[in-house]
């Protein structure tokens, strides 16, 4: 074989390379044309039945999750990793909650009176029951201007 033969071999190819990738982009192209297509019929059928898009969402939800879990298309190894950050970042929100660096209001000693209900209940040192159940109910703001001079 000499050289103008291994150009036109070279060619040939090329040539077959550049049909398999026009031919896929045809695919695409015809895919992507029907996916526009189905969303326009999806619109139009969302608006006469009154759906959401979380209605639609909700009804795919088990597919979409196996397509995700199933790493068979490259978007889902990016999704893992979003979801990994927002549970992570969920988790730390938790924690930060859990975990207060400042020291928990306490109530001064003395009668409060709920003026709610004309109930009066005195702290010693410790906060009576009562008492602690009117600050989860009432917030600590609240009950602490209740203390009786």
Not at 11 to 39: C, H, P, T, Y
Not at 88 to 94: A, H, I, L, N, R
Request: proline residues 4%; glycine residues 2%.
């Amino acid at each position: 074989m000499n050289e103008l033969d291994q150009i036109e071999e070279s060619i040939r190819q090329k040539q077959a390379e550049l049909d398999a990738l026009v031919e896929e982009q045809s695919k695409i192209a015809q895919r992507k044309a029907a996916a526009e297509e189905l969303n326009k019929k999806a619109v139009e059928l969302s608006d006469t039945a009154h759906l959401r898009l979380s209605d639609i969402f909700s009804f795919y939800s088990e597919d979409i999750t196996e397509w995700v879990l199933s790493g068979t298309h490259p978007i889902t190894s990016t999704l893992q990793k979003k979801l990994a950050k927002l549970e992570e970042k969920q988790e730390k929100q938790e924690k930060q909650e859990k975990q207060s660096s400042l020291p928990k209001p306490k109530l001064k000693v003395g009668s409060y009176r709920n003026p709610a209900t004309n109930e009066v209940v005195t702290k010693v040192k410790r906060n009576p029951r009562q008492l602690d159940q009117w600050v989860e109910e009432y917030g600590f703001p609240v009950v602490r201007t209740w203390l009786e001079a």
